[in-house]
């Protein structure tokens, strides 16, 4: 057989061709990975984009935001689109772990409340889509309480020793301790963070449980009487049991909105846009908000909402407590740090 | 050693079970000692890849320092080290190691009969119960830790039964406390406590124990002076390996336990993701290590001595 150089020379050159090729084939996987809170969208959303468009999306999950955060930071491969709240994407952004949304494509985009632009942690409306928001309060059980907690004084309350429990994460406990204690924010007052560790020590020993995921069955067991609470975790769990409710304390509290955010270099941008902008249709994003009992920053959905969420005080809060909620302020690395320890303290001591 | 004949060559290939014989004769019988060190190769890699590098990326980590928002700045420091000692973490260090020595205590005295049994007088019975013993080990530690939830809770189980049987007026807490926790895991470690006893039980020759009592020794003078001695190693074994990973556990704390019941592996856990502090989580988990392996080597050499 006459084999010359050139006929080589072709035969490698095409199985050269044909590696990119097919390492295409195999990435060309279509499917988008989203990073998402634990049942953090309604039941049919997922489904249905995929019926409509074809494209299958693969719904992952956390129960801890920081362990989201640890995992794309240590370089996880493979997630196109995730959810951090207000905080996190501070810290996605600093460390280049998202990527900016790009202008003109989403249609939708007009969608969101202006409430929920220019906000301190994406001035530019640059790199996030506000998903849902939501506030953090006291949960309760009717059945073990008196009268309904009022003030955040109530979970220090020693008639419930063993039956409190606190969100596990500085983010919370530091600021509401804070407000408390009448302190700003972002103080960066040593006195203030004493007081703040003494207060939280204070309560340790009638603390059951520091815990952000299952403080909902122990409300729901009894075994709780009080929480300090996501809103829409509480409501959630109100919708199937009458003797649990939600307050906001009268010393007010914080709101925070979760976000939608690309992650960075990812694959299947183009299909992750496509299901940006579905997420932000009106009746999606009604669905969505009706499922978790969270309010939606999407003002196309307020024509859509159930008329009993969007009355309910307790998830679009009125005039007056509105007036008592704030978001988070941006804290510089150096006070993170001091909240981080304090709470630390508090968990060791 | 040939226990077949030589195969003929088939189209001309050289017949594989001839150089695999040469081979293996050559790397097994060590005629050549260096030959039979290749055979070290795999398990020389697999402990340079994930014992020895991790390693050495945690004891370099432990000396960077944390940027903000938990970057590594890689300027040198013994802050972390500094940090370890201040005294605000003995309470977590002397509850983590009372914990471990009580598990290790009550693995030993539940162990160490269930050990006996099976070695002298479980007979046909063994097979069954060594798989008896480590179902629970091969089930999803986190099924496991759910299922001791509904046992124990305030609407669990234990407390049903008792409620019902008008044994009690009021639930016990038995969840979320220092009993929770320590029954977690004296459950998940107890099988690495009997099995070493069970194989240092079984390799004492039963003619040392028939000797003994031909020579006129009781039952219980032939345990105190034969079993039991020689079953030592075994009791030191189970209780290095159950007492070390009791030392880094934090799962069952931090889903049995309660504020009270912080141990260090919750500490160590807690500066690699809610502080996301590396360098001082890894500064935590080598001090940890090295006063293990320390712990050991003291151990040995009293023991030598």
């Known amino acids: 057989m006459n084999y010359t150089r050139r006929d080589f020379l072709k035969t490698a050159a095409r199985g050269l061709a044909a590696v990119p090729l097919l390492s295409c084939a195999k990435e060309e996987k279509r499917e988008i990975n989203f990073f998402n809170w634990s049942k953090y969208i309604g039941k049919d959303t997922l489904p249905r984009f995929t019926q409509q468009t074809g494209i299958p999306v693969n719904y992952e999950e956390f129960a801890d935001e920081e362990e989201m955060f640890a995992k794309l930071r240590s370089g996880a491969m493979g997630y196109d689109l995730i959810v951090g709240t207000d905080y996190m994407i501070e810290k996605l952004k600093a460390l280049n772990l998202i990527d900016p949304i790009p202008d003109g494509a989403l249609s939708h985009r007009g969608n969101i409340d202006p409430r929920f632009l220019n906000t301190p942690f994406d001035p530019e409306n640059a790199y996030t889509i506000p998903y849902l928001w939501g506030t953090t309060g006291i949960g309760y059980n009717k059945s073990k309480m008196a009268k309904p907690p009022r003030s955040w004084r109530d979970l220090w309350d020693e008639k419930h020793s063993g039956r409190l429990s606190m969100l596990d ?6 600021s509401t301790s804070l407000l408390m204690l009448g302190y700003p924010e972002t103080t960066k007052d040593p006195a203030a963070f004493k007081a703040v560790r003494e207060l939280l020590l204070k309560q340790k020993p009638l603390v059951k449980q520091y815990s952000s995921a299952t403080y909902i069955d122990g409300l729901v067991a009894g075994e709780l009487h009080m929480s300090m609470a996501w809103s829409g975790d509480v409501l959630q769990a109100a919708r199937e049991n009458p003797q649990i409710d939600y307050v906001i304390p009268q010393e007010g509290s914080y709101m925070w909105v979760d976000n939608l955010c690309l992650v960075r270099g ?10 940006l902008d579905y997420l932000l249709e009106g009746p999606v994003a009604a669905e969505i908000a009706g499922a978790v009992r969270y309010a939606s920053p999407n003002a196309a959905a307020k024509p859509h909402l159930d008329k009993a969420l969007l009355s309910d005080p307790r998830v679009f809060p009125g005039k007056d407590i509105a007036s008592r909620l704030n978001f988070h302020k941006i804290l510089t690395p150096e006070i993170s740090q001091l909240w981080n320890e304090t709470w630390s303290d508090v968990k060791v001591s | 050693m040939r226990t077949a004949e030589p195969q003929a060559p088939v189209n001309g290939i050289i017949p594989v079970p001839g150089a695999f014989d040469h081979t293996l004769s050559f790397l097994l019988r060590g005629k050549t000692s260096r030959a039979s060190h290749l055979l070290m190769t795999p398990a020389a890699l697999w402990l340079t890849i994930f014992l020895i590098l991790p390693l050495a990326f945690l004891l370099i980590l432990s000396i960077t320092q944390r940027g903000p928002y938990g970057s590594f700045v890689w300027t040198l420091t013994g802050d972390n080290f500094v940090r370890a000692f201040n005294p605000k973490y003995l309470p977590v260090l002397l509850r983590t190691l009372s914990y471990a020595a009580a598990t290790t205590g009550i693995c030993l005295i539940l162990g160490f009969p269930f050990a006996y049994y099976l070695s002298f007088h479980a007979g046909s019975r063994r097979e069954l119960m060594l ?12 099924v496991s830790i759910y299922s001791w939830i509904i046992i124990l809770g305030r609407e669990g189980l234990i407390n049903n039964v008792l409620l019902q049987g008008r044994i009690l007026s009021e639930p016990l807490a038995l969840l979320n406390t220092p009993f929770s926790v320590i029954l977690g895991l004296v459950y998940f470690y107890l099988p690495f406590m009997v099995l070493p006893l069970y194989s240092s039980l079984e390799k004492i020759p039963r003619q040392l124990i028939e000797a003994s009592y031909d020579l006129g020794a009781g039952a219980g003078q032939t345990f105190l002076k034969i079993t039991l001695p020689l079953s030592l190693p075994g009791v030191f074994a189970g209780s290095v390996l159950t007492f070390i990973p009791c030392m880094g556990d934090f799962l069952t704390a931090e889903f049995m ?30 001090l940890l290590l090295a006063g293990l392996v320390g712990g050991l080597w003291l151990y040995q050499r009293w023991e030598k001595a």
């Not at chain 2, 798989?131 to 986190?142: D, E, G, K, N, Q």
């Not at chain 2, 160590?268 to 809610?274: A, C, D, K, L, V």
């Open chain 1, 266 to 275: 990812s694959r299947h941008r183009e299909d992750t846009l496509r299901l």
């Open chain 2, 257 to 286: 336990g309660s504020p009270q019941t912080y141990l260090a592996g919750n500490l160590i856990q807690n500066q690699f993701m809610m502080a996301q502090d590396w360098p001082f989580g890894s500064a935590l988990t080598s």
């Open chain 2, 131 to 142: 798989v008896a013993l480590m179902v629970p080990f091969w089930t999803s530690c986190l």
């Open chain 1, 169 to 174: 994460n500085a983010r919370d406990c530091v």
